[in-house]
């Protein structure tokens, strides 16, 4: 049996690999360049996809935390705004005023302060108000006042003298305006005006109190050879006369002027009290010690009329001499002291007058 014999085919020649071109930038063609390009978009894919994942939780906290916070509530810009009294108070000194002098057969007087009819027995001009000061001001709800007026009164009776005594009355007024006509804001007409509610109401004087202890115990008299004396008697003689160089007596730094024009010619201390603890002392301390003073002068004017008035200083030492620190608005009282209640005089002559005790209570 022969054996056919197969012919051997000769191995396929190797074929040569295809090498990436990227001329200029330009893409390379090719199965092997796709293939590449293809691959590493598949990559960033993947890369793409797992970021996507792993951070989903972290999404959905930040979400949460989000939702969850309460959204800060903004800041408003509109201040409020207090409405001012001073307005009301003013048609309310001028209606209590026109109210007193008022009478039969003037009724029409009170007709730019109350609109509703008024009748009136007692005979114009029977009494008369000399003198008319709002002493309180309350807003009872918005653009509404009750005022309290201090009246200085003079009741004229025939065959007999005349009586002046200070009352109070109380008046209602509506306030139509902004805020700073005492009404309840601006209005789209600009309108300003008032009314009275109704007729004044008299009322009861507020309560007499006598003030609390003042903060100057120790008595310094009126001798000019005392160094703190001396320097306020020089000081109020250039401060209410003019003459002298008020900056001589004053602290470095400390600005005061004089009173202009000038009311009085002549100055001079009554008496002194101070907060020292020793009134027989008379050397200047040490610079820098503090003192406050209260004076009481006769000051004399042009006419030769005397006034007595008082005055609070504060002084400090300096290159062994008092100097005026401040022109203190008002004595200063002792830590812890009150006013207290006083009975009214009840006697029906002229209105009594207040006056600063003559020496401080100690």
């Given amino acids: 049996m022969k054996r056919e014999r197969?012919?051997?085919?000769p191995a396929p020649a190797p074929v040569a690999p295809v090498e990436e071109q990227d001329v200029d930038g330009q893409e390379a063609t090719g199965w092997t360049a796709s293939t590449a390009g293809l691959?590493?978009?598949?990559?960033l894919a993947r890369a793409g996809a797992w970021?996507?994942?792993?951070?989903?939780?972290?999404?959905?906290?930040l979400a949460l935390m989000t939702t969850a916070a309460p959204a800060e509530p903004r800041k408003s810009s509109t201040v409020?705004?207090?409405a001012s009294g001073t307005a009301p108070a003013g048609f309310a000194e001028l209606y209590v005023a026109a109210y007193l002098e008022a009478g039969q057969g003037t009724e029409s007087t009170?007709?730019?302060y109350y609109a509703s009819p008024v009748t009136l027995t007692n005979a114009p001009g029977a009494r008369t108000a000399t003198r008319t000061v709002a002493v309180a001001s309350n807003e009872l709800s918005s653009g509404y006042w009750a005022v309290t007026v201090a009246a200085q009164v003079t009741s004229h009776h025939a065959g007999r003298p005349d009586t002046t005594a200070v009352q109070y009355f109380r008046v209602g007024v509506q306030a139509v305006g902004p805020y700073w006509a005492g009404g309840a804001g601006a209005k789209a007409d600009g309108?300003?005006?008032y009314a009275a509610s109704s007729l004044p109401a008299q009322v009861a004087a507020p309560e007499m109190v006598a003030v609390g202890d003042l903060a100057y115990g120790t008595s310094r008299g009126n001798a000019l050879a005392d160094p703190?004396?001396?320097?306020a008697s020089s000081f109020l003689t250039a401060y209410l006369t003019g003459t002298g160089d008020l900056d001589r007596y004053s602290s470095p730094g400390t600005r005061l002027r004089s009173v202009s024009p000038a009311p009085y010619t002549a100055v001079k201390v009554t008496d002194s009290y101070d907060n020292s603890a020793n009134g027989g002392i008379q050397t200047v301390p040490s610079d820098g010690t503090a003192r406050r003073l209260l004076v009481n002068v006769a000051a004399t004017d042009a006419g030769g009329q005397t006034y007595p008035l008082t005055y609070a200083l504060?002084?400090?030492s300096r290159g062994g001499r008092w100097e005026v620190w401040a022109l203190t608005e008002a004595p200063a009282l002792k830590s812890g002291s009150s006013p207290t209640a006083v009975p009214r005089p009840t006697n029906s002559g002229p209105a009594a007058r207040s006056a600063a005790p003559s020496t401080p209570a100690r």
């Fill in 39 to 43: 691959s590493g978009l598949a990559r």
């Fill in 80 to 82: 409020a705004t207090a």
């Fill in 314 to 316: 504060d002084l400090r």
């Fill in 191 to 193: 309108m300003v005006g």
């Fill in 228 to 231: 703190v004396v001396d320097t």
């Fill in 6 to 9: 197969r012919s051997k085919k």
């Fill in 51 to 61: 970021l996507l994942v792993t951070s989903g939780p972290l999404l959905g906290l």
């Fill in 110 to 112: 009170l007709a730019p």
